[in-house]
């Protein structure tokens, strides 16, 4: 809760991934992967209530085991490749206010985004609740080698730079301007401005700032060990 305003943090976990099968529950670092996101949300003081959905027995058995809610299983329509995840965070409202509970604000983290640390979340909610104008949260890491400066797109059989001009002696402390990507580590919202919008992005959306590293995510067997390595460092101190 902050500032009276209830907090409920939605974990998505559904059994299928063609990437790497069986991935939210692949351990890292000597837990499931879906522990990292339930873990980290219950670290969060604002947080009141951490909620998995899934439709997998198997992955609710040990959100519960690391004290997540489980209060459904989502239905077949929800488990596919094409559900949104807008759509999986409306059922998860929808079904708990049907049960009495209503939230505030929402705070959505993909166990496929492990590196997020509890004081992004917390930051994230009190970025929210402090400035009135903003009314969305979404994380985002500094473009550095993949800036604009130094893309090309293809001319025929040529390079062509996407700027217009060679980056021939460009260095990055030159670049003029900075540039940011989307990145999945965190997404926080007020909860009727994403039943509006039924998205985290409009023009009420603030950025909240990762380092690069954190903004890895986990589609297949590659970056489940970078980021296997990345949590070892992390946990250690090494990446602060």
């Known amino acids: ?41 219950f670290g969060c003081g604002y947080v009141d209530k951490v909620v998995v959905s899934t439709d997998s027995e198997e992955i609710a058995s040990i959100a519960k085991d690391y004290g997540a809610t489980v209060p459904f299983m989502r239905p077949p329509e929800l488990s596919g490749d094409t559900a949104s995840s807008t759509d999986v965070i409306l059922h998860t409202l929808d079904s708990l206010k049907q049960a009495g509970e209503v939230y505030e604000y929402l705070v959505l983290l993909e166990p496929t985004s492990p590196l997020r640390e509890t004081s992004d979340i917390s930051g994230a909610l009190a970025l929210l609740e402090s400035n009135p104008d903003v009314e969305s949260v979404v994380g985002v890491a500094q473009v550095d080698t993949s800036h604009p400066s130094f ?7 040529f390079l062509k730079p996407m700027s217009g ?54 589609d297949g067997i590659a970056d489940f060990v970078i980021a296997d390595a990345l949590m070892d460092a992390q946990i250690k101190g090494i990446l602060k």
């Open 1 to 41: 809760m902050i500032n009276n305003k209830r907090v409920l943090a939605i974990v998505p976990a559904r059994a299928g991934s063609k990437g790497l099968q069986g991935k939210n529950i692949r351990r890292m670092c000597g837990k499931p992967l879906i522990a990292w996101s339930i873990e980290k949300g």
């Open 151 to 157: 893309l090309y797109v293809l001319d025929g059989a």
């Open 165 to 218: 001009i060679q980056p021939t002696g460009l260095r990055r402390q030159d670049l003029k301007e900075d540039y940011y990507f989307l990145e999945g580590s965190i997404y926080a919202s007020r909860v009727e401005t994403f039943r509006w919008h039924r998205s985290f992005y409009h023009d009420k959306t603030a950025p909240w700032v990762v380092d690069k590293y954190k903004a890895i995510e986990i």
